[in-house]
């Protein structure tokens, strides 16, 4: 069964920085991505990656601060962010996708994670 789950959320004041982690297992996806969801808003994406990380792309909100990669022998992605913002609070979501290059469409996501909560003190 395919299982995209994500770890390393907490804590952390504005000008810090957090690490989260994805472990995809089940079957093999070209292309994974992470979005985020604070309450009463909707589901808005942040990074996207290529299989070979050749191809990624970010919201402009968090160029140059926050940077996906992935090791597919670990079958895991990952999130670092740095210079973190109090409006970065929202529960972050791994998810992966079919398409065979980078999308920040969250409708070409097939999988998703059950989040991992990340609150920016200010």
């Known amino acids: 069964q395919v299982q995209v789950e994500e770890s390393g959320g907490g804590l952390v004041q504005a000008g810090g920085s957090l690490r989260l982690s994805c472990a995809v297992s089940g079957r093999t996806f070209r292309t994974m991505g992470w979005f985020r969801q604070a309450p009463g808003k909707e589901r808005e994406f942040v990074a996207t990656?290529?299989?070979?990380?050749?191809?990624?792309y970010y919201a402009d909100s968090v160029k140059g601060r926050f940077t996906i990669s992935r090791d597919n022998a670990k079958k895991m992605v990952y999130l670092q962010m740095n210079s973190l913002k109090p409006e970065a609070t929202a529960v972050y979501y791994c998810?992966?996708?079919?398409?065979?290059?980078?999308?920040?469409?969250?409708?070409?996501?097939?999988?998703w994670g059950q989040g991992t909560q990340v609150t920016v003190s200010s």
């Open positions: 990656i290529s299989w070979l990380g050749d191809m990624t």
């Open positions: 998810a992966a996708s079919g398409v065979n290059s980078a999308t920040h469409r969250k409708s070409e996501y097939d999988y």
